[in-house]
Structures are given as C-alpha cells and as structure tokens.
C-alpha cells in the first residue's frame, strides 16, 4: 500500500495564478478530508467527503477555495486566484472507519 | 466534540517513559479519544485510540481515567525520533465502529526527547 499520495509536494506560484493540488486516497477508504497547517493557525480542516460526496465545506476559507472528488480514487484542491496568504502546507488524509492516513502534504509558496 | 486541553511542552530523557497528559472534561459517552502525532514537516500519524479501557498498541499505551475526564499517552522508552507534536483528540464514532467525522486538531503538546 503506497499510502496517501499528495502532488505536487512543492508548488511555487505568483499572486493571482490557479493553482491545483492532487490528491489519491488508500483504495477502499470511503472518507477524504482536506487539512491546511500555518504557523499561526496550525492545522485547520478545510472539507470532508464522505463516499465521494462533500460532507462539510464549513472550514474552506472563502470563494477562492474549490475541491472535487469525481470518483473515489482523486480528489483536487483549487485555489483561484491565489494569494500570498495562501501559503501553507496542504495535507490530504483518507479514513474508514476509525483509521485516518495522511499524505506527506504539499508545500504551498504564493510569491 | 469536545475540546482537549494539553501541556504546551515536555521534555523526556531518552529511554525513559514520556508521559503526555490530555485534559478532555466535557467529553460524551459516545466520544472516542484519539492520539496523533507530527513529526516535522510530516503528515500526522495516528497513535491510538480508545473509548474507556486502556489501550496499547506497539507505540503507546493510553491510560483513560474512571470517569474519563482525562488520559495520558504513554511511550514507554522514548528515543529521539519520538521528538514531535502529539494531538489528543476526541471525536464521535459511530455505533459499530464506523465513522466518517472529521478530526478537530488543536495546539498539540511538542514532546522534545533528549539525550
């Protein structure tokens, strides 16, 4: 099992460029969430899909923020436009049941 | 669920038992406490878990007070690469053992383990 699978694990960007973070989750988990570490904010839920189906959106930040799970293999992360506010590590986790995975993260640079 | 309250930091010798209390007063019947930690610039790690018997596992053991309240993580030789954040964290799980919540993260305690 390769575990979580996060890319890009560095992403370098200039303000107002979209940018599009790619997850995969463990095969046969049926639960997806989307987490965002700063320094100052530490490490904040952003969405949560459960079975592919978004279950809780409350912690995206603002409009700027999107994230699909077409099927339950891939999920994306969206930002457009970003921002240099944006900058953070973006880590990915999958679960069933009670066992959560998370992906080595994607360090996310908005120059 | 419930809110955790945890020491900022400890320090630990290595070899020695690290003893990582978690403060989780307002916790509900059907709220399991879990155990996570992040090594840097690592994904967070589950540890353990449990709902009122201790726990132990091949990392840790987790001791649960009577009245659960509280519990304390315990590693029992500590070594240097077990220097992390650890997150207590408790969470509803449904009947049967199957959940899709999310995990609430707080501040952690950082546990810096010396030679």
């Known amino acids: 099992d390769a575990g979580v699978i996060q890319s890009p694990r560095h992403e370098v960007t200039e303000m107002g460029q979209e940018v599009t973070l790619r997850c995969k989750p463990i095969s046969g988990h049926n639960s997806l969430f989307w987490y965002r570490q700063t320094m100052m904010r530490g490490l904040e839920l952003l969405i949560y899909f459960n079975n592919n189906v978004p279950i809780d959106d409350s912690g995206m930040p603002e409009d700027r923020f999107s994230a699909k799970m077409p099927n339950a293999s891939f999920s994306t992360l969206k930002i457009q436009p970003s921002e240099p506010r944006d900058s953070a590590v973006y880590f990915c986790?999958?679960?069933?049941?009670?066992?959560?995975?998370f992906g080595s993260g994607t360090r996310l640079t908005v120059v | 669920d419930a809110k955790t309250t945890q020491p900022t930091s400890m320090d630990c010798a290595e070899g020695r038992a690290a003893n990582l209390p978690c403060n989780h007063s307002?916790?509900?019947?059907?709220?399991?406490v879990y155990w996570y930690r992040q090594i840097h610039s690592q994904g967070p790690q589950y540890i353990i878990h449990?709902?009122?018997n201790n726990e132990t596992n091949e990392m840790a053991s987790l001791i649960i007070t009577e009245d659960r309240k509280s519990s304390t993580l315990i590693l029992p030789h500590a070594t240097l690469r077990d220097t992390a954040v650890y997150y207590c964290i408790v969470r509803v799980t449904e009947a049967g053992g199957t959940s899709y919540g999310k995990l609430t993260f707080g501040q952690g305690t950082i546990l810096t383990v010396h030679p």
């Open positions: 449990g709902l009122k």
């Open positions: 986790a999958s679960s069933f049941e009670w066992g959560y995975t």
């Open positions: 307002t916790i509900s019947g059907n709220e399991y």
